[in-house]
């Protein structure tokens, strides 16, 4: 079945440092990908997304380009803040029936920056 | 706009007791509803979706149910609670019928404590 796959957490970067978390994913298709943040405490918040292959999904600095040929939506961010340690989860939209969706996640992968 | 509430924010439940989980959607009609869990080193799993009132699918097998008696409105139950309930509980909407790219929506999250 769908599925997707993340790196594995946590993540512990300095301020100002490249990020990047690495997302696969196995789909019959061509799903919407997501990226969902988490901060401390508080339910997701959609961060960004694509919808067809090679389109880049980018918000708040972050970006990841939807890669048909590797199965991947990796995560990238030039220079990172403390504000975004946070829990990162991908994601992907998979039709449920013939009149519904949801999502799938990965098991999401928790950044901590330190200034 | 749409809004989406979701209570209680955190409940500690004896062992065999009963679980009631509320959530409920503004500003939208016939939305995708959904019950996610957050467990430790499990990463957001998809208990529960329907696609209206009274239509409840079920993801995974376990201790839980979900009913939807109106529209905007769904609930999580258990009639007895086991430890290994204890989690983090999200309730989400998303638009409805062949909206692939939409994007779900999620409440604040219960954290819900089995002792």
């Known amino acids: 079945g769908d599925s997707v796959t993340q790196m594995e957490g946590p993540v512990t970067l300095s301020e100002e440092a490249f990020l990047t978390i690495n997302c696969t994913y196995t789909?019959?298709?061509?799903?919407?990908l997501f990226w969902y943040v988490q901060y401390p405490g508080e339910g997701l918040q959609l961060l960004l997304k694509?919808?067809?292959?090679?389109d880049k999904g980018s918000n708040k600095g972050f970006e990841a380009t939807y890669r048909k040929e590797t199965t991947s939506f990796h995560l990238e961010k030039g220079s990172v803040q403390v504000s975004d340690s946070a829990v990162y989860f991908c994601a992907l939209l998979f039709p449920v029936n013939q009149a519904g969706t949801a999502l799938i996640f990965g098991k999401g992968t928790t950044l901590s920056v330190s200034s | 706009s749409q809004t989406i509430h979701q209570w209680p924010a955190t409940l500690v439940q004896p062992v065999g007791s009963p679980l009631s989980l509320e959530c409920t959607v503004e500003?939208?009609?016939?939305?995708?509803l959904y019950w996610y869990r957050q467990a430790a080193g499990r990463g957001l799993q998809l208990l529960f979706y329907?696609?209206?009132?009274?239509?409840i699918s079920s993801e995974v097998p376990q201790n839980l149910s979900a009913s939807r008696p109106q529209d905007r409105q769904f609930i999580l139950s258990s009639k007895k609670l086991l430890l290994s309930d204890s989690g983090f509980y999200l309730c989400?909407?998303?638009?409805?019928?062949?909206?692939?790219?939409?994007?779900?929506?999620f409440g604040q999250g219960t954290r819900l404590t089995v002792v």
């Open positions: 789909a019959t298709g061509y799903p919407s």
């Open positions: 329907s696609v209206g009132i009274g239509q």
């Open positions: 500003g939208t009609s016939n939305p995708n």
């Open positions: 989400a909407w998303s638009d409805t019928v062949g909206r692939l790219n939409t994007e779900a929506f």
């Open positions: 694509a919808t067809k292959a090679d």
